[in-house]
Protein backbone atom coordinates (compact mmCIF):
# COMPACT_ATOMS: atom_id res chain seq x y z
CA UNK A 1 0.00 0.00 0.00
CA UNK A 2 1.73 3.24 -1.06
CA UNK A 3 0.42 6.61 0.22
CA UNK A 4 0.75 8.98 -2.42
CA UNK A 5 0.83 12.63 -0.94
CA UNK A 6 -0.59 15.15 -4.22
CA UNK A 7 -0.53 18.92 -3.77
CA UNK A 8 -1.87 20.93 -6.73
CA UNK A 9 -3.50 23.78 -7.67
CA UNK A 10 -6.29 23.85 -10.75
CA UNK A 11 -9.81 22.15 -10.84
CA UNK A 12 -8.88 20.37 -13.50
CA UNK A 13 -5.18 19.61 -12.99
CA UNK A 14 -5.96 15.74 -13.47
CA UNK A 15 -2.54 14.83 -14.02
CA UNK A 16 -2.27 12.79 -11.08
CA UNK A 17 -5.77 11.29 -11.15
CA UNK A 18 -4.59 7.68 -11.75
CA UNK A 19 -2.84 7.69 -8.74
CA UNK A 20 -5.61 9.11 -6.60
CA UNK A 21 -8.69 7.51 -7.95
CA UNK A 22 -10.35 4.34 -9.77
CA UNK A 23 -12.28 6.81 -11.69
CA UNK A 24 -12.24 10.16 -13.75
CA UNK A 25 -13.37 13.07 -11.97
CA UNK A 26 -16.18 15.07 -13.52
CA UNK A 27 -13.99 17.71 -14.19
CA UNK A 28 -11.68 15.77 -16.04
CA UNK A 29 -14.43 14.07 -18.13
CA UNK A 30 -15.82 17.49 -18.69
CA UNK A 31 -12.37 18.97 -19.56
CA UNK A 32 -11.25 15.66 -21.97
CA UNK A 33 -14.47 15.81 -23.44
CA UNK A 34 -14.33 19.42 -24.83
CA UNK A 35 -10.88 19.24 -26.42
CA UNK A 36 -11.14 15.26 -27.77
CA UNK A 37 -14.40 16.72 -29.51
CA UNK A 38 -12.70 19.22 -30.84
CA UNK A 39 -9.97 17.17 -32.42
CA UNK A 40 -12.33 14.68 -33.38
CA UNK A 41 -14.87 16.97 -35.44
CA UNK A 42 -11.65 18.18 -37.07
CA UNK A 43 -10.47 14.82 -37.52
CA UNK A 44 -14.04 13.97 -39.50
CA UNK A 45 -14.90 17.20 -41.00
CA UNK A 46 -11.17 15.96 -42.93
CA UNK A 47 -11.68 13.08 -44.37
CA UNK A 48 -15.40 14.04 -45.09
CA UNK A 49 -13.95 16.93 -47.33
CA UNK A 50 -11.03 15.07 -48.99
CA UNK A 51 -12.85 11.53 -49.81
CA UNK A 52 -15.95 13.84 -50.85
CA UNK A 53 -18.76 12.41 -48.28
CA UNK A 54 -21.53 13.91 -45.90
CA UNK A 55 -19.71 14.95 -42.61
CA UNK A 56 -22.32 12.09 -40.95
CA UNK A 57 -20.48 9.51 -42.63
CA UNK A 58 -17.43 8.46 -40.79
CA UNK A 59 -20.07 9.28 -37.83
CA UNK A 60 -21.80 6.50 -39.17
CA UNK A 61 -19.26 4.39 -39.76
CA UNK A 62 -17.81 4.49 -36.01
CA UNK A 63 -20.83 4.16 -34.12
CA UNK A 64 -22.99 1.47 -36.03
CA UNK A 65 -20.16 -0.15 -37.17
CA UNK A 66 -21.74 -3.48 -35.84
CA UNK A 67 -24.85 -2.98 -37.83
CA UNK A 68 -22.83 -1.88 -40.63
CA UNK A 69 -20.63 -5.14 -40.44
CA UNK A 70 -23.91 -7.16 -40.40
CA UNK A 71 -24.79 -6.03 -43.87
CA UNK A 72 -21.40 -7.06 -45.22
CA UNK A 73 -21.33 -10.51 -43.09
CA UNK A 74 -18.19 -9.11 -41.13
CA UNK A 75 -15.98 -7.94 -44.01
CA UNK A 76 -14.09 -4.78 -42.94
CA UNK A 77 -12.80 -3.86 -46.27
CA UNK A 78 -15.82 -3.80 -48.08
CA UNK A 79 -17.26 -1.44 -45.31
CA UNK A 80 -14.84 1.25 -45.95
CA UNK A 81 -14.99 1.03 -49.55
CA UNK A 82 -19.18 0.66 -49.29
CA UNK A 83 -18.37 4.06 -46.72
CA UNK A 84 -16.18 5.67 -49.43
CA UNK A 85 -13.69 5.84 -47.19
CA UNK A 86 -11.03 3.90 -49.78
CA UNK A 87 -11.60 3.68 -53.54
CA UNK A 88 -10.97 0.02 -54.21
CA UNK A 89 -9.98 -3.15 -53.08
CA UNK A 90 -6.69 -4.69 -54.80
CA UNK A 91 -4.41 -7.19 -53.43
CA UNK A 92 -0.28 -6.13 -52.69
CA UNK A 93 0.61 -7.31 -55.96
CA UNK A 94 -2.24 -5.65 -57.94
CA UNK A 95 -1.25 -2.59 -56.14
CA UNK A 96 2.31 -3.00 -56.95
CA UNK A 97 1.43 -3.35 -60.43
CA UNK A 98 -0.76 -0.15 -60.79
CA UNK A 99 2.51 1.61 -59.25
CA UNK A 100 4.42 0.31 -61.81
CA UNK A 101 2.53 1.60 -64.57
CA UNK A 102 2.76 4.76 -62.82
CA UNK A 103 6.73 5.64 -62.26
CA UNK A 104 8.04 2.54 -64.03
CA UNK A 105 9.94 -0.46 -62.83
CA UNK A 106 13.26 -0.62 -60.70
CA UNK A 107 16.49 -1.45 -62.49
CA UNK A 108 15.94 -5.03 -61.17
CA UNK A 109 12.89 -5.35 -62.20
CA UNK A 110 12.07 -7.15 -58.77
CA UNK A 111 9.54 -4.31 -57.64
CA UNK A 112 8.82 -0.38 -58.00
CA UNK A 113 11.34 2.11 -59.28
CA UNK A 114 11.71 4.18 -55.67
CA UNK A 115 14.59 5.79 -53.80
CA UNK A 116 14.98 5.91 -49.86
CA UNK A 117 13.36 8.61 -47.89
CA UNK A 118 16.70 9.41 -46.60
CA UNK A 119 18.13 9.55 -50.53
CA UNK A 120 15.58 11.27 -51.48
CA UNK A 121 16.50 14.39 -48.70
CA UNK A 122 19.81 14.23 -49.43
CA UNK A 123 19.13 14.48 -53.66
CA UNK A 124 16.66 17.13 -53.03
CA UNK A 125 18.68 19.25 -50.29
CA UNK A 126 20.77 22.05 -51.58
CA UNK A 127 24.14 21.96 -51.11
CA UNK A 128 25.17 24.71 -47.98
CA UNK A 129 27.01 27.53 -49.53
CA UNK A 130 28.96 29.65 -47.09
CA UNK A 131 26.77 32.78 -46.03
CA UNK A 132 27.54 36.22 -46.61
CA UNK A 133 28.19 38.05 -42.92
CA UNK A 134 25.53 40.41 -44.09
CA UNK A 135 22.94 37.36 -44.88
CA UNK A 136 20.01 37.65 -42.26
CA UNK A 137 18.68 34.82 -40.57
CA UNK A 138 15.66 33.29 -38.73
CA UNK A 139 16.49 30.86 -36.37
CA UNK A 140 14.26 28.02 -35.80
CA UNK A 141 14.68 26.19 -32.18
CA UNK A 142 13.27 22.64 -32.02
CA UNK A 143 11.81 22.34 -28.00
CA UNK A 144 10.89 18.70 -28.13
CA UNK A 145 9.75 16.33 -25.16
CA UNK A 146 9.43 16.73 -21.14
CA UNK A 147 10.86 19.85 -19.50
CA UNK A 148 13.67 18.49 -17.30
CA UNK A 149 16.06 21.03 -15.22
CA UNK A 150 19.53 21.10 -16.27
CA UNK A 151 21.59 19.76 -19.42
CA UNK A 152 19.45 16.97 -21.54
CA UNK A 153 20.02 15.54 -24.62
CA UNK A 154 18.38 15.82 -27.95
CA UNK A 155 14.63 14.55 -27.30
CA UNK A 156 14.28 16.19 -23.89
CA UNK A 157 13.76 20.01 -22.85
CA UNK A 158 16.44 20.74 -20.97
CA UNK A 159 16.32 23.96 -18.96
CA UNK A 160 19.87 24.93 -19.39
CA UNK A 161 20.44 22.82 -22.76
CA UNK A 162 17.32 25.30 -24.28
CA UNK A 163 18.46 28.44 -22.49
CA UNK A 164 21.87 27.90 -24.40
CA UNK A 165 20.15 27.41 -27.31
CA UNK A 166 18.09 30.61 -27.22
CA UNK A 167 21.02 33.01 -25.78
CA UNK A 168 23.18 31.67 -28.95
CA UNK A 169 20.29 33.18 -31.36
CA UNK A 170 20.39 36.35 -29.05
CA UNK A 171 23.83 36.81 -29.51
CA UNK A 172 24.04 35.86 -33.11
CA UNK A 173 23.94 38.99 -35.05
CA UNK A 174 22.93 37.49 -37.97
CA UNK A 175 19.53 35.96 -36.11
CA UNK A 176 17.16 38.64 -36.45
CA UNK A 177 14.60 36.91 -35.06
CA UNK A 178 13.51 32.96 -33.56
CA UNK A 179 10.95 30.84 -34.19
CA UNK A 180 10.43 28.08 -30.89
CA UNK A 181 8.41 25.41 -32.12
CA UNK A 182 6.95 23.75 -29.05
CA UNK A 183 5.85 19.98 -28.68
CA UNK A 184 6.03 19.67 -24.97
CA UNK A 185 3.35 18.26 -22.25
CA UNK A 186 5.79 20.76 -20.34
CA UNK A 187 7.35 19.48 -16.47
CA UNK A 188 10.10 21.10 -14.30
CA UNK A 189 8.54 24.33 -13.21
CA UNK A 190 11.80 25.99 -12.41
CA UNK A 191 13.22 24.91 -16.12
CA UNK A 192 10.17 26.47 -17.80
CA UNK A 193 10.48 29.54 -15.74
CA UNK A 194 13.79 30.04 -16.80
CA UNK A 195 13.61 29.09 -20.39
CA UNK A 196 10.92 32.08 -20.34
CA UNK A 197 13.04 34.40 -19.02
CA UNK A 198 16.10 33.64 -21.94
CA UNK A 199 12.93 34.37 -23.99
CA UNK A 200 12.39 37.58 -22.50
CA UNK A 201 15.67 38.99 -22.14
CA UNK A 202 15.44 37.76 -26.09
CA UNK A 203 12.75 39.50 -27.07
CA UNK A 204 14.10 43.08 -24.70
CA UNK A 205 17.39 42.77 -26.93
CA UNK A 206 14.72 43.87 -30.03
CA UNK A 207 14.43 40.23 -32.22
CA UNK A 208 11.29 39.28 -32.54
CA UNK A 209 10.14 35.66 -30.97
CA UNK A 210 7.70 33.54 -32.17
CA UNK A 211 5.88 30.42 -30.70
CA UNK A 212 4.72 27.69 -33.25
CA UNK A 213 2.69 24.94 -31.40
CA UNK A 214 3.03 21.69 -32.87
CA UNK A 215 0.74 18.63 -31.49
CA UNK A 216 0.88 19.47 -27.52
CA UNK A 217 2.45 22.66 -25.92
CA UNK A 218 0.46 22.52 -22.56
CA UNK A 219 1.03 23.02 -18.88
CA UNK A 220 5.05 23.93 -18.80
CA UNK A 221 5.03 24.13 -23.09
CA UNK A 222 2.69 27.14 -22.53
CA UNK A 223 4.46 28.25 -19.90
CA UNK A 224 7.13 29.30 -21.94
CA UNK A 225 4.69 30.29 -25.25
CA UNK A 226 3.82 33.11 -22.88
CA UNK A 227 6.96 35.02 -23.10
CA UNK A 228 6.59 35.18 -27.24
CA UNK A 229 5.56 38.25 -29.43
CA UNK A 230 2.52 35.73 -31.05
CA UNK A 231 1.70 32.43 -30.58
CA UNK A 232 0.76 30.36 -33.49
CA UNK A 233 -0.75 27.05 -33.11
CA UNK A 234 -3.57 24.16 -35.53
CA UNK A 235 -6.62 24.58 -34.18
CA UNK A 236 -6.33 20.45 -32.74
CA UNK A 237 -3.24 21.52 -31.13
CA UNK A 238 -3.41 20.55 -27.52
CA UNK A 239 -2.78 23.14 -24.58
CA UNK A 240 -3.75 25.35 -21.81
CA UNK A 241 -3.19 23.04 -18.92
CA UNK A 242 -2.16 25.96 -16.35
CA UNK A 243 -1.57 24.45 -13.36
CA UNK A 244 0.99 23.14 -10.89
CA UNK A 245 1.68 19.95 -8.70
CA UNK A 246 3.68 17.88 -6.70
CA UNK A 247 4.00 14.70 -5.16
CA UNK A 248 5.62 12.51 -2.47
CA UNK A 249 4.95 8.74 -1.91
CA UNK A 250 5.74 7.23 1.29
CA UNK A 251 5.18 3.36 2.25
CA UNK A 252 4.77 2.80 5.81
CA UNK A 253 1.58 0.84 5.46
CA UNK A 254 3.11 -1.59 3.02
CA UNK A 255 6.07 -1.39 5.57
CA UNK A 256 4.03 -1.98 8.16
CA UNK A 257 1.90 -4.95 6.81
CA UNK A 258 5.57 -7.18 6.28
CA UNK A 259 6.30 -5.73 10.15
CA UNK A 260 8.96 -3.32 9.30
CA UNK A 261 8.74 -0.24 10.92
CA UNK A 262 11.01 3.28 11.54
CA UNK A 263 11.80 5.05 14.18
CA UNK A 264 14.82 7.91 15.29
CA UNK A 265 15.55 11.30 16.30
CA UNK A 266 16.43 14.26 14.89
CA UNK A 267 17.95 17.51 15.79
CA UNK A 268 14.73 19.79 13.70
CA UNK A 269 10.82 19.23 13.37
CA UNK A 270 11.54 18.28 10.00
CA UNK A 271 14.24 15.73 10.07
CA UNK A 272 11.85 12.90 8.54
CA UNK A 273 10.31 15.45 6.22
CA UNK A 274 11.26 13.34 2.95
CA UNK A 275 11.58 9.80 5.00
CA UNK A 276 9.31 7.22 2.48
CA UNK A 277 9.23 4.81 5.31
CA UNK A 278 7.22 7.08 7.74
CA UNK A 279 4.10 9.02 6.91
CA UNK A 280 4.41 12.57 5.47
CA UNK A 281 5.92 15.14 8.13
CA UNK A 282 2.25 17.83 8.50
CA UNK A 283 5.08 20.57 8.34
CA UNK A 284 6.36 19.45 5.36
CA UNK A 285 2.83 19.32 4.00
CA UNK A 286 1.89 22.32 4.73
CA UNK A 287 5.04 23.95 3.48
CA UNK A 288 4.38 22.06 -0.15
CA UNK A 289 1.18 23.50 -0.20
CA UNK A 290 2.36 26.89 0.31
CA UNK A 291 4.71 26.41 -2.64
CA UNK A 292 2.62 25.17 -4.85
CA UNK A 293 0.60 28.17 -4.49
CA UNK A 294 2.68 30.75 -4.82
CA UNK A 295 4.15 28.94 -8.15
CA UNK A 296 0.45 29.00 -9.75
CA UNK A 297 0.26 32.58 -9.02
CA UNK A 298 3.57 32.88 -10.66
CA UNK A 299 2.49 30.79 -13.29
CA UNK A 300 -0.67 33.11 -13.74
CA UNK A 301 0.78 36.00 -13.30
CA UNK A 302 2.89 34.79 -16.37
CA UNK A 303 0.69 33.92 -18.57
CA UNK A 304 -1.25 37.72 -17.39
CA UNK A 305 1.67 39.60 -18.56
CA UNK A 306 2.57 37.61 -21.29
CA UNK A 307 -0.91 37.51 -22.73
CA UNK A 308 -1.92 41.13 -22.12
CA UNK A 309 -4.75 39.60 -20.05
CA UNK A 310 -5.98 40.53 -16.51
CA UNK A 311 -5.41 38.08 -13.57
CA UNK A 312 -8.96 37.39 -13.06
CA UNK A 313 -9.49 36.31 -16.93
CA UNK A 314 -6.70 34.24 -16.82
CA UNK A 315 -7.49 32.74 -13.76
CA UNK A 316 -11.13 31.72 -15.55
CA UNK A 317 -9.33 29.36 -18.20
CA UNK A 318 -6.71 28.14 -15.98
CA UNK A 319 -7.32 25.86 -13.18
CA UNK A 320 -5.14 23.18 -14.94
CA UNK A 321 -7.74 22.47 -17.51
CA UNK A 322 -7.13 21.62 -21.09
CA UNK A 323 -8.06 23.13 -24.21
CA UNK A 324 -7.73 22.53 -27.91
CA UNK A 325 -5.88 25.05 -30.46
CA UNK A 326 -9.33 26.15 -31.31
CA UNK A 327 -10.85 27.01 -28.32
CA UNK A 328 -7.56 28.77 -27.28
CA UNK A 329 -7.69 31.35 -29.64
CA UNK A 330 -11.30 31.96 -28.67
CA UNK A 331 -9.64 32.28 -25.17
CA UNK A 332 -7.02 34.48 -25.92
CA UNK A 333 -4.35 32.25 -25.33
CA UNK A 334 -3.14 31.46 -28.89
CA UNK A 335 -2.81 34.43 -31.31
CA UNK A 336 -2.73 32.91 -34.71
CA UNK A 337 -3.46 29.56 -36.52
CA UNK A 338 -1.21 27.97 -39.39
CA UNK A 339 2.42 25.57 -39.42
CA UNK A 340 5.73 26.86 -38.45
CA UNK A 341 6.74 27.84 -42.51
CA UNK A 342 3.49 30.87 -40.93
CA UNK A 343 5.68 31.54 -37.74
CA UNK A 344 9.14 31.78 -39.45
CA UNK A 345 7.13 34.30 -41.90
CA UNK A 346 5.16 36.06 -39.17
CA UNK A 347 8.84 36.07 -37.08
CA UNK A 348 10.40 37.67 -40.51
CA UNK A 349 7.77 40.46 -41.06
CA UNK A 350 7.94 41.47 -37.13
CA UNK A 351 12.03 41.97 -38.02
CA UNK A 352 11.31 43.65 -41.30
CA UNK A 353 12.92 40.99 -43.29
CA UNK A 354 12.41 40.46 -47.19
CA UNK A 355 15.46 38.46 -47.74
CA UNK A 356 16.51 35.79 -45.69
CA UNK A 357 17.73 32.20 -44.49
CA UNK A 358 16.05 30.10 -42.35
CA UNK A 359 18.63 28.14 -40.40
CA UNK A 360 17.57 25.47 -37.45
CA UNK A 361 19.85 26.22 -34.04
CA UNK A 362 20.06 22.89 -32.60
CA UNK A 363 22.63 21.11 -30.07
CA UNK A 364 25.00 18.66 -31.60
CA UNK A 365 24.79 14.70 -31.20
CA UNK A 366 27.20 13.31 -29.62
CA UNK A 367 29.05 10.19 -31.19
CA UNK A 368 26.98 7.91 -29.01
CA UNK A 369 23.79 9.74 -29.76
CA UNK A 370 24.38 9.16 -33.31
CA UNK A 371 24.98 5.42 -33.08
CA UNK A 372 21.78 5.08 -30.72
CA UNK A 373 19.97 6.96 -33.37
CA UNK A 374 21.00 4.57 -36.28
CA UNK A 375 20.47 1.58 -34.24
CA UNK A 376 17.21 2.39 -33.61
CA UNK A 377 16.33 3.33 -36.83
CA UNK A 378 17.91 0.06 -38.13
CA UNK A 379 15.74 -2.15 -35.54
CA UNK A 380 12.75 -0.03 -36.17
CA UNK A 381 13.11 -1.11 -40.13
CA UNK A 382 13.97 -4.70 -38.81
CA UNK A 383 11.02 -4.82 -36.83
CA UNK A 384 8.47 -3.33 -39.07
CA UNK A 385 9.46 -6.10 -41.86
CA UNK A 386 9.35 -8.93 -39.44
CA UNK A 387 5.92 -7.98 -37.99
CA UNK A 388 4.20 -5.91 -39.78
CA UNK A 389 2.21 -3.25 -38.21
CA UNK A 390 -0.26 -5.26 -36.85
CA UNK A 391 0.33 -5.31 -33.27
CA UNK A 392 -2.02 -6.50 -30.60
CA UNK A 393 -3.81 -4.04 -28.48
CA UNK A 394 -2.26 -6.06 -25.30
CA UNK A 395 1.05 -5.47 -27.11
CA UNK A 396 0.57 -1.68 -27.13
CA UNK A 397 -0.64 -1.24 -24.09
CA UNK A 398 2.55 -2.59 -22.51
CA UNK A 399 4.80 -0.84 -24.65
CA UNK A 400 2.79 2.02 -23.72
CA UNK A 401 3.22 1.42 -19.83
CA UNK A 402 6.92 1.87 -19.89
CA UNK A 403 7.30 5.13 -21.53
CA UNK A 404 4.96 6.36 -19.07
CA UNK A 405 6.54 5.21 -15.85
CA UNK A 406 9.54 6.57 -17.15
CA UNK A 407 8.62 10.31 -17.76
CA UNK A 408 7.13 10.26 -14.15
CA UNK A 409 10.61 9.11 -12.78
CA UNK A 410 12.82 11.36 -14.75
CA UNK A 411 11.12 14.35 -13.76
CA UNK A 412 13.37 16.28 -11.58
CA UNK A 413 13.01 19.72 -10.83
CA UNK A 414 15.25 20.62 -7.63
CA UNK A 415 11.70 22.22 -5.50
CA UNK A 416 9.58 19.09 -6.85
CA UNK A 417 6.93 21.65 -8.85
CA UNK A 418 5.65 20.33 -11.75
CA UNK A 419 3.92 22.17 -14.83
CA UNK A 420 2.97 19.09 -16.63
CA UNK A 421 0.59 17.51 -18.38
CA UNK A 422 -0.38 13.92 -18.41
CA UNK A 423 -3.20 13.45 -20.32
CA UNK A 424 -1.94 15.70 -23.03
CA UNK A 425 1.44 13.32 -23.72
CA UNK A 426 -0.65 9.41 -23.44
CA UNK A 427 -4.15 10.56 -25.48
Not at 14 to 38: C, G, H, I, Q, T
Not at 233 to 258: N, Q, R, W
Request: glycine share 8%; aromatic share 6%; proline share 3%.
Amino acid sequence: MIQFHVFRVGTYKSALEPFLRDDMSAYAKEANLSWLSVLWNAYTASIAELRGLPPETVDDYINNVSANLSLVKGDTAQLALDHGLVDALKTRDEVREELIALVGEDADQMTINQIQFDDYLAAIRPQRQRDREDTSKVGIIVAKGIILDGVQPAGKIGGDTLTDLIRQARLDDEVKALVLQIDSPGGSALASEIIRREIELTRQSGKPVIASMSSIAASGGYWIASAADEIWAATTTITGSIGIYSAFATFEKSLDYVGVHSDGVGTTQVADGFDTTRPLNPIIADSMEQVIQHNYRRFIKTVSEGRNLTLQDVEKIAQGRVWSGKTAKELGLVDQFGNLQDAVQSAANMANLKDYHVIYIEQPLTAREKLIKQLNRFLAGVANNILGRTVHPAVRAFKKLGPELETIAELNDPQGVYAYCLVCDVH
